[in-house]
């Protein structure tokens, strides 16, 4: 592993970045699992220690060179489905977020040490963010040299397009933190057509002063901005090339790499983009010639080849998939293959999200929460590989993360209550045989957790009737208001280390909306108010407003159950150098790969 060499930087309190939404998928443990436990505890404290913000001096490549790395090659992905997105402005899901890391630059992005520390630094901007007038105003110059794929010169004009575009309702399932910041709740309304009816945010909102220089202006202090601007959602799509909704399948590349060919359902392939310049970037690496995705692999058989390592597969990897829960203990058993793995916490709390508007009394919630049985859960995406019982909706990776916190009672009845359960629908006057619509992934954990649900359910009193979702439109589906289903299962995850990002996107009741993550369409005054009210304080005391709006989510609305928080296993072929957890994607640290053979 190599130390980031020795740069200039500024410490700012808010904390690190992580994910968004969990489309991830390990057997009983072998025993031999006090090493991996204690690693995961220590990547959850990095990911929530407090972030530093980049100087120029930081900003500058090219990336620290990784001991060993060899040039050439192919890396090969297997994955089971396709990637949500292409389109930066539609990417919020955790598999789109790590292919924009190959393809995509933003305005900033993360640096990370070999001790999963993180640095925010410029990506095609100079630095991370020059701040005024208290906080309300962020300035950003751009490097020299920074093209797209097809060498045209990317300007303040292109950065302008990338968020103006995100008013329209060409754009609908990305993040909308930055929108909402420039505009407030109904954004759109500020630009309904976007950029592409020739109308513009006013300058006092965000301005171009010349071709280098982009100026946001906030009506508050935004001290968290550089992290949002690091999301994959804000990654730049130039103007003369934005193909509308066209451009989800065809995205120009910034980053080191470009589609050279994408058949939908099969297969993927990108190459080095030659337009990218190393000195402009300090963070990635084009270690590799390219990277053939193939689609089509499930979960199973992705772990099958990689524990095989024959062949192509020493070259190979998983993308966002975990090792297959049946296959763990095959995984940790085995020396040899144990050691090409990573294990770390993700971000996510997996949760079952309850459709307030068709489930509307809370008693029948909470009976629903008691009914679940978390450890089962638990089991079928890997045991203590995959996952711990989860008290409330506040990962480990936040600050202030408190490991007591438990109003259902799960650490001591893991597997549910069902008595508890049935005197809450009994007082509710639920009948038997009422029926719930339960809408689930098509995958291998969704399949397994549906299972269980459904006769978790069955056993106090409903008719579940479960409907199979594709797992690249899941969220999609979800998303909108008017889903026609009661509950499903959903992972979301911090976007940086702030319960802003968890109770912001997911419980304001203001954004109710298609394409917005609130799936239970909460929408609670007090919640409401709260947020607006620690959105403005010092992170010490936003915080304890924050866990005030955590415990009224949790234990007087209650619109989503927590099951639990999610860990990473991965596996990746013998042939491939340079792969680590990345306490940022909580992924292999996709930025630096090379093949050791090439």
Not at 177 to 198: C, E, I, N
Not at 219 to 245: C, F, H, N
Not at 268 to 275: D, G, I, R
Not at 308 to 313: F, L, M, N, R, V
Request: hydrophobic residues 30%; charged residues 25%.
């Amino acid at each position: 592993m190599n130390p980031i060499r020795s740069r200039s930087a500024r410490v700012i309190v808010v904390a690190a970045a992580a994910g968004s939404l969990a489309l991830t998928g390990c057997s009983k443990d072998s025993g031999k699992d006090a090493k991996d436990e204690s690693k995961s505890q220590k990547d959850a404290a990095s990911q929530s220690k407090p972030v530093v913000y980049g100087e120029a001096a930081a900003s500058n490549g090219p990336a620290a060179e990784v001991p060993g790395a060899k040039p050439g090659g192919t890396i090969n992905i297997y994955t089971q489905s396709d990637l949500s997105h292409m389109d930066p402005g539609q990417i919020y899901v955790s598999d789109a977020g790590q292919f924009a890391n190959l393809v995509h630059r933003k305005l900033t992005n993360y640096q990370e040490d070999d001790k999963g520390n993180l640095t925010v630094v410029g990506d095609i901007a100079t630095d991370a963010g020059k701040s005024s007038n208290g906080g309300k105003t962020w300035t950003y110059t751009l490097k020299d040299g920074i093209k797209d794929e097809d060498g045209n010169a990317i300007t303040s004009a292109d950065v302008r397009h990338t968020f103006e575009r995100q008013y329209s309702k060409v754009i609908f399932d990305g993040p909308s933190f930055v929108q909402t910041w420039l505009s407030g709740s109904d954004y759109r309304k500020a630009l309904p057509d976007g950029p592409y009816k020739g109308k513009h945010l006013p300058d006092s909102v965000l301005s171009t002063p010349d071709e280098k220089t982009i100026v946001f202006n906030f009506d508050k202090p935004r001290p968290d901005l550089p992290q949002a601007l690091s999301m994959a959602g804000y990654a730049i799509v130039p103007e003369k090339a934005d193909t509308k909704e066209k451009y989800d399948k065809a995205p120009k590349a910034l980053g080191p790499y470009k589609i050279a060919e994408y058949k939908s359902g099969k297969s993927l392939k990108l190459v080095k983009n030659t337009n990218w310049d190393p000195k402009t970037d300090s963070v990635r690496h084009q270690y590799v010639d390219g990277y053939d995705f193939t689609t089509t692999i499930d979960q199973p058989s992705q772990t099958k080849r990689l524990i095989a390592d024959q062949g192509e597969a020493k070259n190979a990897m998983q993308f966002t998939d975990s090792v297959d829960p049946a296959q763990t203990s095959s995984v940790i058993r085995d020396a040899s293959v144990n050691k090409r793995t990573i294990k770390g916490y993700q971000p996510y709390v997996w949760q079952m999200s309850f459709n307030l508007d068709r489930l509307k009394d809370k008693k029948v919630r909470d009976a629903i929460t008691y009914a679940i049985p978390n450890q089962s859960m638990i089991q079928a995406d890997g045991g203590k590989y995959g996952g711990e019982l989860a008290g409330g909706l506040f990962a480990p990776t936040l600050p202030g993360y408190d490991a007591t916190y438990d109003p259902f009672g799960k650490l001591k009845k893991p597997n549910g209550d069902p008595a508890k359960a049935k005197a809450l629908l009994k007082e509710a006057g639920v009948a038997k045989g009422t029926k719930l619509t339960y809408a689930y992934s098509n995958t291998p954990r969704g399949q397994k957790q549906m299972v269980i649900i459904k006769d978790a359910l069955a056993k106090i009193g409903f008719d579940v009737q479960a409907k199979e979702i594709d797992r690249a439109t899941f969220y999609e589906q979800i998303g909108k208001v008017d889903n026609g289903f009661d509950l499903y299962m959903t992972g979301w995850g911090q976007d940086w280390a702030s319960q802003s990002t968890v109770v912001t996107p997911v419980y304001d009741g203001t954004l109710v909306a298609d394409g917005q993550p609130n799936y239970s369409h909460i929408n609670d005054s007090k919640v409401n108010s709260l947020i607006q009210e620690a959105l403005v304080l010092e992170p010490e005391a936003a915080a304890k407003k924050w866990e005030e709006a955590h415990k009224r989510i949790v234990e007087e609305i209650n619109p989503a159950a927590p099951v639990y928080y999610s860990k990473q296993l991965q596996l990746f072929g013998s042939n491939i150098g340079g792969a680590r957890y990345s306490t940022n994607s909580s992924y292999i640290d996709i930025n630096r790969l090379y093949l050791k053979k090439p």
